[in-house]
Nanobody, 126 residues
Framework: QVQLAESGGGLVQPGGSLRLSCAAS????????VAWFRRAPGKEREFVAA????????YFADSVKGRFTISRDNAKNTVYLQMNNLKPEDTDVYYC???????????????????WGQGTQVTVAS
């Protein structure tokens, strides 16, 4: 079993940047597909980005493509979400999720992930 912990959230002005971290313990994240989701209160979790378990292939929601990048550092057992040119509509609680068995067609479905962190708040406001 793997435990996930997000960090790096905070308050940032529009146009600013933040880097979120998803640190794992218990098992190596290198064999897991890891995704970031976000959810505002009363809304469904929305897919943001994912990095595949092998090969490092990355996937993004259209709303963040070109602004966000996702990467992993296997030595630190951590996945990062670099968020640039942040907009007020990016304000949300961001969660990382991991799964070893997820298939490509289910990548963007939050219900398919077995392991979740507790979330970190990102607020974009002037």
């Amino acid at each position: 079993q793997v435990q996930l912990a997000e960090s790096g959230g905070g308050l940032v002005q529009p146009g600013g940047s933040l880097r979120l971290s998803c640190a794992a313990s218990g098992r190596s994240l290198s064999t897991y597909t890891v995704a970031w989701f976000r959810r505002a209160p009363g809304k469904e979790r929305e897919f943001v980005a994912a990095i595949w378990k092998s090969g490092g292939y990355t996937y993004f929601a259209d709303s963040v493509k070109g602004r966000f990048t996702i990467s992993r550092d296997n030595a630190k057992n951590t996945v990062y979400l670099q968020m640039n040119n942040l907009k007020p509509e990016d304000t949300d609680v961001y969660y990382c999720a991991a799964d070893r068995a997820i298939i490509l067609s289910s990548l963007r479905l939050h219900a398919q992930y077995d392991y979740w962190g507790q979330g970190t708040q990102v607020t974009v406001a002037s």
